[in-house]
């Protein structure tokens, strides 16, 4: 069982009134609050030890740079890669476009993605078509937010270069059963390769990379308790020399003349320039403390939320909510029979209730149920059954007004 | 009405309520099923106002050198806010439109609709009535 009441004493910000009533922080699908032990490690990082790293002869610069690549193995080994898998990007978005813009294909190629997917996981693949006169394909989805893996041998084919699929839909928190896509995927060709969005699992799912046998796993600091600004891109190692240079720059050589520049090989070939040293520091402090409380634990804790949450909305007959089971993560995606979200966003907010309105940045997904957007509510591991019984409360209270 | 004195009845009016933000909230959806409807056949592209989360069309014509305004809204908050702004800007003359500084949303405690961050796009809606003002004052 988790501690939430100690839990909650580690995220400073849970204190915060908003219009005089507690905060009910359910905005985490966007980004979640950051413990204290990650604030202080950035605190510590420029109290004690802020310095260029791979650079300097000096004491300084060699405890950051050790800090540095002691947070590459931390988080390497939270998803079960190599550290020499692992580059620091500044997030989700960057790693997918460092994907996009690093693959070229013949023409008539074929990306194939899904109705689920995030802009961050469709735009960079549209500039990389246009550029290859490559072109999109998509996975349908049935009602229930599922994806419809019946059609995957047909959609996936010789032509076939890249798949880039969502492990959680961010806006109905479905789990895609990317293992087992992944093996359907291999048998049908072996020469795709195969990159995962987990910028909404990871906070929510034990990920081992070589279980899943991805090529590439990207994700997100900010939505895991990590600093904003702070991402990761796995590169599987044997696929590591498929993925050109896209940006270039300082810290990232043997040698440079103007004729020509020998690279250094693995993660910081792809890290040009100073990165977000502090970032990067305080991005492995936040995956200590969720090692700490314990990733299985927590994604237990969170269902039952959500199993809470969602029948306490059965209970009211306006609500409609998308992708109403518990195959989950800790996202629920609703309208309000007759009701635009941003009325009940609002009102929510008048009650202290933070949740998120409008298309998630997934207008595909809204133009597949015919709708301009949702009202998301997206849990962590630090809320609790009485904050959804505020939110039900409010929620309750907003639908009387508006009616 | 002057502008200014539209704007005082309706900082009084809310004044009412004082703390009491859901009575508050009640008078601007009752507000916002006031709002004098566009014609459907001005719920046109062009006339849709953009930055706003909530889909708002706005159409003003010119009579008697005074600007008049019809709008709508799918969000019935926005409405109330949009029914507010004509109330208040209404039947106006396009120069004093164009100069009003509109202080009576601050005083109404309705600042956060101004916010940038609030999808509902009241800023827009005010240049947008300014514009149409300043095309009507050539
Ligand atoms: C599934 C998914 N992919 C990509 C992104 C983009 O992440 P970021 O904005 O951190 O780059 C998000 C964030 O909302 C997301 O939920």
Redesign the pocket.
């Known amino acids: 069982m988790l501690d939430i009441k100690a839990i909650r004493t580690h995220f400073p910000i849970l204190q915060k009134t908003v219009n005089n009533n507690p905060l009910v922080y359910f905005d985490n699908?966007?980004t979640t609050q950051k413990p204290l032990a990650v604030i202080n490690a950035i605190t510590e990082y420029y109290t004690k030890q802020n310095a260029n790293i791979h650079r300097g002869v000096h004491a300084l610069s060699r405890e950051a740079t050790e800090l540095f690549e002691e947070a590459r193995k931390t988080v390497a080994h939270f998803i079960n890669a190599e550290e020499s898998e692992l580059i620091f990007t500044s997030?989700?978005?960057?790693s997918i476009n460092l994907i996009a813009n690093g693959l070229s294909f013949e023409k008539d190629s074929e990306i194939l993605l899904t109705q689920l997917e995030?802009h961050?996981?469709i735009l960079p693949w549209q500039l990389n078509a246009q550029k290859n006169n490559a072109k999109l394909k998509v996975v349908p989805i049935h009602e229930d937010g599922t994806l419809q893996l019946e059609n995957l041998k047909n959609l996936v084919s010789k032509k076939t270069k890249v798949v880039s699929i969502?492990h959680?839909s961010?806006t109905l928190g479905v789990i895609n059963p990317i293992k087992e896509i992944i093996s359907e995927i291999r048998k049908l060709n072996s020469n795709t390769l195969i990159v995962i969005?987990g910028?909404?699992s990871v906070p929510h799912l034990k990920i081992d990379v070589k279980d899943l046998d991805c090529d590439f796993f990207v994700f997100?600091g900010?939505?895991m308790y990590g600093p904003t600004g702070t991402?990761v891109l796995y590169v599987k190692k044997n696929v590591f020399n498929q993925l050109q240079l896209s940006a270039s720059g300082g810290g990232t050589i043997k040698t440079v003349s103007f004729e020509k520049t020998e690279y250094v090989d693995g993660p910081l070939k792809f890290e040009p320039g100073t990165p977000n040293i502090e970032g990067v520091i305080a991005l492995s402090a936040a995956v200590k403390y969720i090692d700490s409380i314990g990733i299985e634990k927590i994604a237990q804790y969170e269902h039952e939320l959500l199993g809470y949450a969602q029948s306490k909305l059965a209970e009211i007959p306006e609500v409609e909510v998308y992708a109403n089971h518990l195959n989950k993560a800790a996202v629920i995606s609703f309208n309000v029979k007759n009701q635009h979200p941003f009325d009940v966003g609002t009102l929510l907010d008048k009650y202290g209730v933070a949740v998120r309105t409008g298309h998630h940045?997934t207008q595909p997904l809204m133009n597949y149920y015919n709708i301009s957007g949702t009202i998301r509510a997206s849990f962590a591991m630090y809320n609790t059954f009485e904050e959804i019984d505020v939110f039900i409360l409010g929620l309750k209270k907003a639908i009387k007004m508006l009616s | 009405m002057k502008i200014s004195e539209i704007e005082n009845e309706i900082v009084e009016e809310f004044s009412l309520f004082g703390d009491d933000w859901e009575s508050k909230y009640e008078h601007l959806i009752d507000l916002g099923k006031s709002l004098p409807l566009i014609d459907e056949k001005y719920k046109i592209e062009e006339n849709i106002i953009k930055g706003c989360q909530s889909r708002v069309w706005m159409h003003s014509e010119l009579k008697d050198g005074k600007v008049y305004f019809t709008a709508d809204s799918d969000a019935i908050i926005t409405k109330g806010m949009v029914a507010l702004m004509i109330r208040v800007l209404n039947g106006q003359t396009a120069k004093d439109i164009i100069e009003t500084k509109l202080e009576f949303i601050n005083k109404i405690g309705l600042k956060e609709h101004l916010s940038p961050t609030r999808a509902n796009g009241l800023v827009s809606m005010i240049n947008r009535m300014k514009m149409d003002s300043v095309k009507f004052s050539r």
């Open positions: 699908g966007a997030g989700t978005t960057h995030h961050s996981n969502t959680v961010n969005d910028a909404q997100s900010h939505k991402g940045c």
